[in-house]
């Protein structure tokens, strides 16, 4: 079963390039903390409110990057929120990339290939094998985007996720996302794991601008 | 600590939470719903008012069960919130996707 991470980021990959799309370093990092905090969650390992993040429970889920991070959420002496944890887990966000992806290649779903340029660097692609899993989630989101019905808490977690990263225009034309934007905004506020993703993005992406605004007075 | 209790109002299921609803007993009132749905009392009305608490885990569980009404052919509602509680779900636009109502009277007069 994949889990948050997985999902995320065979999305955030361009299948036949095997190379993610344009995403900010930043971005990345904190939708895979995110992701991360919600694989926990729907382990019910930790629980979440707007002050803090709770561990419920400190057995390990099998994914190494989730139950290293679990171990260190459980003996942090200081109680944090869930923003907090996401900006300390971002910056594992290579780490955490790197695993998944490496699992991803286990299981058959992507390959790896390196590829050389200008003869001495050396890049690595992911190009999709097996893309069902991509489609199964794919299919989950535009299920719910596109109909009013009560969404799965899975299906509102990875849209939350995938609306963070600005990847829903590689599932939907951008005629379609304005048109059903009110019903991703609806969606995307009923996970506060996502809703603090987005916040923490928003707040980077203001200080970029505020950052370039004043460079150019 | 939580307490759950049910009585029935004409065709819809009063199921009244007191305590707290988080990661630790979310998984009961989860089961106490899907029993009273899958009995075939697809219409459920969650009275909130001794409900001092609600976590994410919680919300979820509001979530996956007002998902299930739906798909049973009832719904779900909410009603009597406590002041911390009708904040933390109007924040999180629950009050979007689940039916919230003042009082009791005020959700079963929605309910032919």
Redesign the interface.
Known sequence: MLTFVDEILLLMLDDEKGSFLPIRESTMGYVLAGAVLMDL?FA?R?????SQL?V?DKTPIGHSPHDRILENITTSNETRDTKAWIETISREASEIREQSLASLVDTGILESQEEKFLWVFRARRYPTIDGRAEREVKLRITGVLLSD?????KD?AIICLADACNILRDVFSEREINRIRPRID?IR?????G?EVSGAIQEIEQAIMAAMTHAHH | MMNIGEEKSDSVVIVAIEGRV???TA?ELENRILEVVDRGDVNVLLDCAGMT?V???G??IF??S??KC?QSGGRLMICSLQPDCKT?IE????H???DCHDNREAALATVS
Request: overall charge negative; charged content about 20%.
């Open positions: 969650a019910n930790i629980d979440t409110d707007p709770m419920l019905e009560t969404p799965d808490p509102v609806q506020k009923l996970d506060l794991i809703r | 988080d990661g630790t998984p608490y976590s994410s885990a919300l979820r979530l996956t007002a998902r739906q933390v924040t999180s636009g629950f979007t996707v689940i």
